[in-house]
């Protein structure tokens, strides 16, 4: 029986574009992203794994993105819209360029902020918060859907999924510092009889954008 969770990244967003942080804001998919999403539905299409089961954000460019899989699959399935999968906070970070931000705050600090477990940029989360609404709702609902035999898909964000990758490997919080997740990208994992994930490559898509 077939035990499979599907975590993808959303596609490349309007302000992934623009190289801007996003956070709680609400950007649609650029062309590319819904390319990227595309190419998702036909790796896994490759792969004969069809989603019998899916969750994704409250926000647009994941739900886009999980809406285009599933079109692109020829699936009727609707995926469950959780505000515990929304992206971090990134409180005063927000809507600025990369590059200003760092000019503004120093890049030393914008890189604990972005990349540390437990530091948070004003008014926002740190990876440790977004673990901590992101990894009781995974256990609830997403993983006893996959050890149960569900192919399970979720569309979500970069941190979210940093978290989740850290939870279900086990790494430690200077390990997770290195863990860099690109838009569009899945990443498969496949559970054990005794509920234990094991991470398995997919084959890339033959006409990636």
């Not at 192919?151 to 279900?168: D, E």
């Amino acid at each position: 029986m077939p035990r499979t969770l599907i975590i993808v990244r959303h596609g490349e967003s309007e302000w992934n574009a623009n190289n801007r942080f996003t956070g709680r804001q609400n950007p649609r998919l650029t062309p590319r992203g819904e390319q990227q999403a595309r190419n998702t539905a036909r790796q896994l299409a490759n792969a004969k794994l069809l989603p019998t089961r899916a969750f994704t954000s409250e926000l647009r460019r994941a739900r886009q993105t999980a809406e285009i899989i599933l079109n692109t699959l020829n699936h009727k399935l609707k995926p469950v819209i959780a505000a515990e999968l929304n992206e971090r906070d990134y409180g005063a970070l927000t809507g600025l360029d990369k590059e200003e931000a760092r000019e503004r705050f120093g890049a030393e600090t914008v890189r604990r902020w972005r990349r540390s477990w437990d530091a948070a940029p004003p008014n926002g989360e740190s990876l440790k918060d977004t673990a901590a609404r992101v990894i009781p709702y995974y256990e609830t609902y997403i993983a006893p859907c996959a050890a149960a035999g569900e192919t399970t898909l979720l569309a979500a964000h970069g941190n979210v999924i940093r978290a989740l990758v850290m939870h279900i490997e086990g790494l430690g919080p200077r390990s997770v510092e290195e863990v860099n997740i690109e838009t569009g990208e899945p990443i498969l994992y496949d559970f054990a009889a005794d509920g234990a994930a094991k991470r398995r490559a997919l084959s890339p898509s033959a006409d990636r954008a």
